[in-house]
């Protein structure tokens, strides 16, 4: 089985950084995207950044300049940099991948169970 799994959320002030990892276990024979959503209390489920086996990104308009995404496929690691934190990204951040496991070679979305950021003083 493909798991996901989040790490490194935690409380923050206003302008800190922090840095979540996402370590994915599990026989992967092809990993097209991985990437990161947030669901804020209240709110629907949102794209925060992806990237793409070549290493092509993407960044939702409100983190692009402030957040960095990351990978080490010798770790099966992806990071989420975040830097110049606002109180509005405060949210549950979940790690994602666009994966084929290979024990049923089916292309599925995989998540984390999440990890929580607080941006508060």
């Known amino acids: 089985q493909v798991q996901l799994v989040e790490s490194g959320g935690g409380l923050v002030q206003p302008g800190g950084s922090l840095r979540l990892s996402c370590v994915v276990s599990?026989?992967?024979?092809?990993?097209?995207?991985m990437g990161w959503y947030r669901q804020a209390p209240g709110k629907q489920r949102e794209l925060v950044t992806t990237i793409t086996t070549g290493g092509t990104t993407n960044y939702a308009d409100s983190v692009k300049g402030r957040f960095s995404i990351s990978r080490d496929n010798t770790k099966n690691t992806v990071y989420l940099q975040m830097n110049s934190l606002k109180p509005e990204d405060t949210a549950n951040y979940y790690c994602?991948?666009?994966?084929?496991?290979?024990?049923?070679?089916?292309?599925?979305?995989?998540w984390g169970k999440g990890t929580l950021v607080i941006v508060s003083s």
């Open positions: 599990g026989s992967i024979f092809t990993t097209y995207r």
């Open positions: 994602y991948g666009d994966l084929v496991y290979s024990g049923d070679l089916r292309r599925m979305d995989y």
